[in-house]
């Protein structure tokens, strides 16, 4: 039976979006497996929500590639291979290296400086063992980094690789305080943008990417190799 009862969903406005974002945050934490199959019944059941706005939610996560529907019996969480891993990592390195150089180039020490705000608030949830308040931070300080580049197909195409390239087991890995040195890497990325070094700002943004592609095989695996919390649900 999951143990989703501490993201039980208050009746508001958006459910659909909310309990996305609740399935998203489980996740994350490892709490819904990759392979496994969840009905929706029994996630509604946990979220504290009826199973229409679960259902609505897990198409919406279909659509990232997150979880595949499994006919009469409810959705399998998507696993991601070595390779996934590395072609994630092969076109966001393709894409955001070369746009940290030119932002780096261009933006105005005035825009730079819009990001540490968000480069420090990855740390502090880093250290505080926060990893929702972490990838919220984490998520904008990049894309409103390649916004300064003022190419919105760019941040689009990133954005769809970020949800696709999600961080299975990201808790364990946090406990362990094992994000606090890619949170650091934020801030050091802002002070070589704001000090015009182009060079060393790309080869930080690359080592950044190279950091954060262990992070993912590392959550899978402590995934992978953790005895499952969550049993398999389905109904016909």
């Not at 489980?26 to 979220?47: C, F, H, K, M, Q």
């Amino acid at each position: 039976m999951p143990h989703l009862e501490s993201r039980a969903i208050p009746l508001q406005t958006h459910l659909r979006d909310q309990v996305a974002n609740a399935l998203r945050a489980a996740l994350i934490a490892g709490e819904l497996r990759p392979g496994v199959i969840y009905s929706a019944p029994t996630l509604a059941t946990e979220l504290g929500v009826s199973a229409t706005p679960v259902r609505e939610a897990m198409l919406d996560l279909a659509r990232e590639g997150l979880v595949e529907a499994v006919r009469n019996k409810g959705f399998r969480v998507t696993e991601m291979t070595e390779q996934d891993l590395d072609e994630f990592t092969d076109i966001r390195t393709l894409i955001e290296v070369p746009t940290v150089g030119r932002v780096a180039e261009t933006a105005t020490i005035e825009q730079l400086e819009t990001l540490r705000p968000l480069a420090e608030q990855i740390v502090v949830a880093a250290r505080e063992h926060d990893v929702i308040r972490y990838l919220e931070a984490d998520h904008r300080f990049h894309l409103e980094l390649l916004a300064l580049a003022g190419n919105r197909h760019l941040v689009e195409v990133v954005a769809e690789l970020r949800k696709r390239s999600r961080l299975f087991g990201l808790a364990s890995l946090n406990e362990a305080d094992r994000l606090i040195a890619s949170a650091q890497e934020h801030v050091e990325l802002v002070d070589l943008m704001v000090a015009g070094q182009v060079k060393e700002a790309e080869d930080c943004m690359r080592r950044h990417l190279a950091h954060v592609r262990t992070l993912w095989a590392d959550g899978r695996a402590e995934v992978e190799g953790r005895e499952p919390a969550l049993r398999s649900r389905s109904r016909s």
